[in-house]
């Protein structure tokens, strides 16, 4: 069992790392904090962490560094969730205060995330399928071209392009969202996609002009629905890698393979336990069977609108937990409370 006196020697080299990348020894400890012993006792505390397998030497020198399992102990339980700063907290208002769909909000919800914490962050797309679809807007480009837009209630805004060849006036554009509307308005996103479904297997004998250039618009609203229906991420702040390459042990190539992918990382932020407050960490080996043992997530929960996902950031395992926890969740709470106001106010 390791002692109250050794927990915080390992808070201590634990911190002191994060800030210099540097091992840290006895000595440093007793110039930096004030633990009112010698550096011969320090040392003996060092040797038992040693033993526990929280702490490691990197090479001959005397400092050490921290574990995977160091930074667990850390987290769980010397790592205090310190309050933002002001600037901070201006940051986080500045850059997600104002009007803008859910895709909008998100993506400024990433960009205020790396830019607080300096690592690669990631925000989950609440599930939609029990959403209800409120609107269906059509408007035709010309050139058989249908802008096709199917809103939630949730602030889900979709918009994509259907190329139907045909020119509809109103009365035809007019029948066509009237169909559209009576199949999905009012219901959730899984029950109208299953009765979108169901009308597009009637519809499949079809063969003039204007009922295949109907079926073409309901299929693109299909698409559009389960898609609404998939997890999804938005992260910004890959580059942030690169400028941190020497914090990895191994190459950061698998961690930018599962950027690219997102799949590992959905997987990943899913399996992840949280505790009483909605915050979550996986660190390190933890992150083995996902091929991330380079990199640890910190994660919070947020609601959007009765269903919950995360928000969170990842990085080297050599990162300071207590900021970034505090960054995550103040975000979260945030991002909560806009979802919250905008629903309300609908």
Sequence with gaps: MVSERGLQVLRAIVEDYVDTREPVGSKAIVERHAFGVSAATIRNDMALLED????VAPHTSSGRVPTDK?????????????????????????FLEGP???????????????????????????????????????????????????????GRVSQRMAFVREEFDEADLARIRAELGTLLVGRSVRDGLQ?????????STASAPRELATTEIARVVAEELDEFRQDRLVMAGSATLARREADFRGSIYPLLEAIEEQVTILRLMGEMVADEKGLSASIGRENEPFGLAEASVVASDYDATGSRARVGVMGPTRMDYPTNLAAVRAVARYLTRMLEEDESSR
């Design 52 to 55: 526990e397998e929280l702490i």
């Design 70 to 94: 160091g930074y667990r102990v850390f987290v769980d339980h010397l790592a205090e969730v310190r309050p933002l700063s002001a600037a901070q907290r201006t940051a986080i208002t500045s």
């Design 100 to 154: 803008g769909d859910l895709d909008d909000v998100l993506a400024r919800t990433v960009r205020a995330l790396t830019q607080l914490t300096g690592q690669v962050a990631i925000v989950q797309y609440p599930s939609f399928a029990r959403a209800n679809v409120t609107h269906v807007e059509l408007v035709q480009l010309g050139g058989g071209r249908m802008l096709v837009i199917v809103v939630t209630d949730t």
């Design 195 to 203: 009765r979108l479904q169901d009308h597009l297997e009637r519809a």
